[in-house]
């Protein structure tokens, strides 16, 4: 079925740093990604998306794009804030559309 | 202001006492949803619903059960609770299934069966 793998964390970065953190799928079809944000003690929001191959989602200095010949969406940021240590999902959502299916999360840490 | 919510917030319970977990939405979606998050295999679909009087199994829903008898609310039902229901819960809504509707997330639910 179905899946998305991201890359295991914990992430540690300084303050002001490049992120990158890996997301690939395995779909029969050309789903839509998303990636979500979960901050300490809060609920999933969503962070950004992107719902045909080529496109760029992005939101709050974080970008992805969906690459079908690769199979990734890969979420970056230029210049990570101590504000921005969260874990992160990667999800993409189902044919049917009832159901996202996540990756494991990656937990990043920013230390100023 | 647009939102889910989820009550309790945390819950510490007993093994095999009945409990309810309660989801509420404020912005008239159809479809709801429960799932639940462990470290390590990230959220499972509990049980979904798409509509009132309408629900369908996820796919984790041994030990779960579900009612939708107003669009606004939608909750989970553990009738035996056992240790392994330790979790995360998480419900999420959208205003229809499907590639571009975005699903909000309620707060989470922190559920402890000893």
């Known amino acids: 079925g179905d899946s998305v793998t991201q890359m295991e964390g914990p992430v540690t970065l300084s303050e002001e740093a490049f992120l990158t953190i890996n997301c690939t799928y395995t779909?029969?079809?050309?789903?839509?990604l998303f990636w979500y944000v979960q901050y300490p003690g809060e609920g999933l929001q969503l962070l950004l998306k992107?719902?045909?191959?080529?496109d760029k989602g992005s939101n709050k200095g974080f970008e992805a794009t969906y690459r079908k010949e690769t199979t990734s969406f890969h979420l970056e940021k230029g210049s990570v804030q101590v504000s921005d240590s969260a874990v992160y999902f990667c999800?993409?959502?189902?044919?049917?559309?009832?159901?996202?299916?996540f990756g494991k999360g990656t937990s990043l840490l920013v230390t100023p | 202001e647009a939102q889910v919510t989820q009550n309790p917030r945390y819950l510490i319970t007993v093994t095999g006492k009945k409990l309810t977990v309660t989801c509420s939405q404020n912005m008239n979606h159809e479809y709801m949803s429960w799932y639940r998050q462990d470290p390590g295999l990230g959220l499972r679909q509990i049980y979904y619903s798409m509509n009132v009087e309408v629900t369908d199994k996820g796919d984790v829903p041994e030990g779960y059960k579900v009612s939708r008898k107003e669009k606004r609310n939608f909750p989970l039902i553990l009738e035996s609770p056992s240790p392994n229901q330790t979790s995360l819960y998480f419900c999420a809504s959208s205003s229809y299934p499907g590639q571009n509707y975005e699903q909000y997330f309620g707060p989470g639910t922190r559920l402890t069966v000893t």
């Open positions: 779909a029969t079809g050309y789903p839509s």
């Open positions: 992107a719902t045909k191959a080529d």
């Open positions: 999800a993409l959502i189902r044919d049917s559309g009832y159901a996202l299916n």
